[in-house]
């Protein structure tokens, strides 16, 4: 990929590669030549799986409503309504997706996240629970995405995401359609 940059709200930022690519935008590592962070580019390619109202004012308030619960997750640091994008702290380290992967899963990380499920259930709230949307930095798991949603008992973790965190047959089918 070549080398770019992107704004947010005038401010420039080094797009260094692509972190991946979730169902409401491109996630970039980027750089203002000091620190690193997470920049997110909203996108509008169809998702048949989810429906979406306005992404902007979703990112907005699903990142107020979990900060008011009090997970791990990364800071949102600037949003720019008029070009679509997030600017986030970067919280360095793997994904439980690539933990998994390579058979380097602690129990540890299911616990956290459970422990986060201990605050989100009462508050009403799932979280996408999919490996790789969390990213764990010195032991410490972290929630990188801000989407949530009202609870549901089929999406909650015991029921979907533990599909996900160990090698699975849902988890192996899902990296077999990866390529």
């Known amino acids: 990929m070549d080398r770019h ?7 420039e930022f080094a797009v ?6 979730g169902k409401g935008g491109y996630l970039y590592l980027a750089s203002d030549g000091q620190k690193s962070y997470v920049l997110k580019q909203l996108h509008h390619e169809p998702c048949d799986y989810y429906q979406f109202g ?4 979703a990112e907005l308030s699903d ?5 008011a619960v009090g997970i ?13 994008r997030i600017l986030k702290e970067y919280i360095e ?13 602690k129990d540890a990380y299911t616990e956290q996240v459970k422990a986060m499920c201990a605050f989100l259930y009462p508050e009403c709230i799932n ?4 490996p790789t949307n969390f990213v764990v930095r010195k032991e410490e798991l972290y929630y990188i995405d801000y989407e949530c949603n009202d609870y549901m008992e089929e999406w909650n973790f015991e029921n979907w995401g533990v599909k996900y965190w160990s090698k699975t ?3 192996l089918e899902y990296v077999k359609e990866q390529g």
């Not at 306005?54 to 004012?57: A, F, T, V």
């Not at 990142?63 to 900060?67: S, V």
């Not at 690539?98 to 899963?105: A, F, I």
Request: proline share 4%; no cysteine.
């Open 16 to 21: 260094i590669k692509l972190l991946g690519k």
């Open 93 to 105: 380290g793997e994904t439980v997706y690539d933990l998994v992967l390579n058979g380097r899963m």
């Open 72 to 84: 791990r997750m990364p800071k949102m640091l600037d949003a720019d309504i008029e070009n679509e």
């Open 5 to 11: 940059n992107l704004s947010v709200n005038g401010r």
């Open 127 to 130: 979280i996408d629970y999919f």
């Open 63 to 67: 990142y107020k409503r979990l900060k």
């Open 54 to 57: 306005d992404k902007m004012q």
């Open 169 to 171: 047959p849902d988890f």
